[in-house]
């Protein structure tokens, strides 16, 4: 598991390190498709999401600042940290075993956490980079903050105690995406896009000992998403992404995963 978890920080980093070659703007936004090349400046509380997965949990996340980290024109790391809340919304929560199945869409959604700090984006071939249908990578390498809750006997005070702990993930994938519009305003061009990552994350093995009494235990969990979404304007897009874990967490799971998400974008 180890081996498989740093592939996915290799391939990463390797993503990365393409991206920092002095080939032009890389980074270019879906949705700003033919927006010069300027320079890059900090982006605060410009967007966010709301997530309903069909295990009940919903997530709600806001883009505290997104940054970029190196040169303009040359290249550039975007770098973003997120702040969000979970709740089972949907069904009554019990300090039993199924206490923590929230945590299995936590572990493999990247955006989840109380706190979350990544580098994250998109890349593309400098000729492509104003065309409005090519296929790109994706990426992201980043710690965040999950909670969990005890697991024991219903005697023991400190079952069903939330537990804060650090999470490390990283993903890599391929992007390709195509126009879409509404049928009465063409000039309100936005995007159709397909996505498949391969995810994995990475927790200290007592933290996991500390929330679920188990014997096998490793932290680290992976697996794959394909993901469809549709961006049309500046202020909406939603997206459909189904998640299904090769090495699943020992909390209680559901398989697949299905989430359904809607993000926002405000204006600069």
């Given at each position: ?20 070659q ?56 975007p ?6 809340v ?19 869409a ?64 990283a ?6 995406q195509?126009g ?10 936005g ?27 490793t ?6 998403s ?43």
């Amino acid at each position: 598991m180890v081996k498989v978890f740093t592939t996915i920080l290799f391939s990463c980093w390797t993503v990365i390190a393409w991206a920092q070659q002095p080939s032009g703007d890389k980074t270019v936004q879906p949705l700003n498709i033919t927006a010069p090349v300027t320079p890059r400046k900090p982006e605060i509380f410009t967007s966010g999401f709301i997530d309903v997965v069909n295990t009940g949990q919903i997530n709600a996340a806001a883009r505290l600042v997104k940054i970029y980290i190196g040169e303009p024109g040359k290249f550039a790391l975007p770098l973003s940290i997120f702040s969000g809340v979970s709740a089972n919304s949907f069904q009554n929560y019990s300090a039993t075993t199924k206490a923590n199945e929230d945590l299995v869409a936590n572990f493999i959604n990247p955006t989840t956490g109380l706190g979350n700090i990544c580098f994250e984006g998109s890349l593309f071939r400098k000729k492509d980079s104003i065309k409005l249908t090519r296929f790109g990578l994706l990426y992201a390498l980043g710690e965040r903050v999950l909670t969990g809750r005890k697991t024991g006997l219903i005697t023991d005070p400190q079952t069903g105690q939330p537990v804060n702990f650090l999470n490390t993930y990283a993903l890599a994938g391929l992007y390709f995406q195509t126009g879409a519009w509404n049928r009465n305003n063409t000039k309100d061009m936005g995007v159709c896009w397909l996505a498949f990552r391969y995810i994995g994350c990475m927790t200290n093995p007592g933290k996991i000992k500390e929330i679920i009494p188990v014997n096998k235990k490793t932290g680290i969990y992976h697996g794959y998403s394909a993901a469809w979404g549709i961006e049309i304007n500046q202020s909406l897009n939603t997206k459909v992404i189904i998640y299904k874990y090769i090495k699943r967490p020992e909390v209680e799971y559901y398989l697949p995963i299905f989430q359904f998400s809607f993000n926002y974008t405000l204006p600069r």
